[in-house]
């Protein structure tokens, strides 16, 4: 098990700004590659950034190039994801995953998950 538990969401005007967190449980944190994704209602949850286990690669989904950036703390067992300018389209539940034994990114298979945490972009 690889408990997972997100933060940081919450309401915000667009062009503003937000700052998510994963925290991860466990001694092995180093290991997995992290993901986040969002889900939309009505949409298909999709993988919006990953970061390999050393954090030297990354993947974003093309919506939030140059505006989201994940980064993670191995030491904290912790990933992040800083996202700018945001959009109202940024509006989801936001989610963390653990990919164990892959390299992440968006044909990984993402083995555990945290709950989500809620972001609200307004017009």
């Known amino acids: 098990q690889v408990p997972l538990v997100e933060s940081g969401g919450g309401l915000v005007q667009a062009g503003g700004s937000l700052r998510l967190s994963c925290a991860a449980s466990g001694s092995t944190f180093s290991r997995y590659a992290m993901g986040w994704f969002r889900q939309a209602p009505g949409k298909e949850r999709e993988l919006v950034a990953a970061v390999r286990r050393s954090g030297s690669g990354t993947y974003y989904a093309d919506s939030v190039k140059g505006r989201f950036t994940i980064s993670r703390d191995n030491a904290k067992n912790m990933v992040y994801l800083q996202m700018n300018s945001l959009k109202p389209e940024d509006t989801a539940v936001y989610y963390c995953?653990?990919?164990?034994?892959?390299?992440?990114?968006?044909?990984?298979?993402?083995?555990?998950w945290g709950q989500g945490t809620q972001v609200t972009v307004s017009s």
């Open positions: 995953a653990a990919d164990l034994y892959g390299s992440g990114g968006p044909d990984a298979e993402y083995e555990y």
